[in-house]
């Protein structure tokens, strides 16, 4: 079992960055891949970054690559989201997720998930 808790969102202009964090609960973090994920109003949650259990594979959605990095610290259980260059259809609720597998971007194979933070862009 994961807990998973999201932080950092916030109001930005466009142009600007912020960093979203995911703290996790339970000892089994390290051996958890981990997954952000964005939903905008009326739309669809969609993958955006995913890193696996060791932090040697990331994997990006194409309208954030070059923008935004996955990291984790796997002894202070978190993972995080640097986001870069932030643009007004960035704006969304940001949900971190927790997988056993890799599985990249298939959102219905992670286990589990985040409430989420909301992430919102001003043009």
């Known amino acids: 079992q994961v807990q998973l808790v999201e932080s950092g969102g916030g109001l930005v202009q466009a142009g600007g960055s912020l960093r979203l964090s995911c703290a996790a609960s339970g000892r089994t973090f390290s051996s958890y891949d981990m997954g952000w994920f964005r939903q905008a109003p009326g739309k669809e949650r969609e993958f955006v970054a995913a890193?696996?259990?060791?932090?040697?594979?990331?994997s990006y959605a194409d309208s954030v690559k070059g923008r935004f990095t996955i990291s984790r610290d796997n002894a202070k259980n978190t993972v995080s989201l640097q986001m870069n260059s932030l643009k007004p259809e960035d704006t969304a609720v940001y949900y971190c997720?927790?997988?056993?597998?890799?599985?990249?971007?298939?959102?219905?194979?992670?286990?589990?998930w985040g409430q989420g933070t909301q992430v919102t862009i001003s043009s």
């Open positions: 997720a927790a997988s056993g597998l890799w599985v990249g971007g298939r959102l219905a194979d992670y286990d589990y």
């Open positions: 890193i696996s259990w060791s932090g040697g594979s990331t």
